[in-house]
């Protein structure tokens, strides 16, 4: 029987690679890539991953107990997309590779950081929801009030507005996960 550490272990790598996934998937689609997607099975592989971060889930609630990212969700009553945000900005943390995925979907190696706008683009695909999820990164919004996130003005770009802020997790946020 595993412990729970290798279950939390487990659950966070099942979790990056379900982002990296997305990433790559929204990534194609925004470049018209069809078929790679298909030939690669993304969307399967997307999905199982999924089901195997819930999996581990299970186990560790029939153990007793609740992953540290779980138990922050539930003690800050973050929202599925509040959660969402939470994991893409602790991913890089775990997996570097992460932000050469990120400078792929902008197409530019120079902008490797995760932003308001990238966090709203990957997670909802409709404009009047990521217009309407703005919400979500005011300072006193649950993310930033709470200090698990904190925003940081952007690098390398000129006139930057609002959703162009890079998005950084809050180090003792990223040492309890």
Known sequence: MQSFEQLQVRFLDR??????????????????????LQSEGVEDKLKEAGSQAAKLRTQARAMGRVFSFDHLVTRFDLSPLEANVLLIALAPSIEPEIRDRIGHFYNDMNQDF????????????????????????????????NELLYLRMPRMIRNPGFQHHSIVMSEHVASYI
Do not use: M
Request: charged residues 35%.
């Open 15 to 36: 979790i990056v690679y379900s982002l990296e996934l997305l990433i790559d998937l929204k990534t194609a689609k925004k470049f018209g890539e069809k078929a790679w």
């Open 114 to 145: 995760l932003t308001i706008d990238f966090a709203l683009k990957l997670f909802l695909d409709d404009r009047t929801e990521r217009l309407d999820a703005l919400k979500y990164f005011t300072r006193d919004a649950k993310l930033f009030k």
